[in-house]
């Protein structure tokens, strides 16, 4: 019989696409970030301020134990921060690297990663948009109502770097885009209208992050 730690790395590796090419992130969920996160060690998140937060994020191009250590780091720190999803800058990598773990609007749980993501630009019929609040684990406490459109598709690769389309709607989509904003230097308050951008960063002290964050000094 495999060890534990072997099982855990091939429930990892296994990654199954559905009829028409897309990565198939809700079986096994609870085991996957499990094995991820249990590997890793949890880091503070950087917040709003933070220079590697502005700008696009390095293309990933090693496919190593380092970028591994990374995604398990990023999954045990998303758990501590009790978020859905968390890009590699927000633990202050400047790698396009993203996590999730989160459900979409039918209480489906989606988990997985994208190394390297780029959304795929949608034909006009597919872009309903979806006015919802929005938070960021590096504006924390802050929340803001951001239009985006409710179907995402985002292509990229997986920790081997093989090629993996990942898609989602509702809240999973509006998880998919925020994420990718990330890793090109974007945050949601930066789609916001200068008031609305105010309002959400006027709400940050008075509220306390639930998780350790890197204070910009």
């Known amino acids: 019989m495999a060890s534990q730690q072997e099982t855990d790395q091939q429930v990892n590796e296994t990654v199954a696409v559905d009829d ?3 990565v198939v992130d809700t079986e096994d969920c609870e085991a996957r970030e499990l094995a991820f996160r249990e590997r890793g060690t949890s880091r503070p998140i950087t917040v709003v301020g933070n220079p590697v937060l502005h700008q696009e994020c390095q293309d990933v191009t090693a496919f190593d134990e380092e970028l591994a250590r990374l995604v398990d780091d990023m999954f045990a720190s998303q758990r501590t921060a009790e978020g859905v999803g968390l890009a590699a800058n927000q633990i202050g990598v400047d790698r ?3 996590v999730y773990d989160c459900p979409d609007d039918d209480g489906v749980r989606h988990v997985g990663h994208v190394v390297n993501p780029v959304l795929a630009e949608l034909p006009p019929e597919r872009r309903v948009l979806d006015d919802a609040n929005e938070g960021c684990l590096s504006v924390p406490t802050a ?5 985006r459109p409710d179907y995402a598709e985002v292509t990229g690769q997986d ?4 090629p993996i389309r990942v ?3 509702g809240y999973f989509a509006r998880c998919l885009q925020h994420e990718t904003d990330h890793l090109y230097g974007r945050l949601y308050i930066d789609r916001l209208s200068k008031r609305d951008r105010k309002d959400a960063l006027r ?3 008075e509220g306390t992050p639930r998780y350790p964050v890197v204070p910009n000094n």
């Open 20 to 22: 028409e090419g897309f």
């Open 96 to 98: 396009k690297v993203f």
């Open 143 to 147: 929340y803001a109502e951001l239009a």
């Open 159 to 162: 920790l081997h770097g093989n």
């Open 167 to 169: 898609r989602g709607t």
């Open 203 to 205: 709400q940050m002290p």
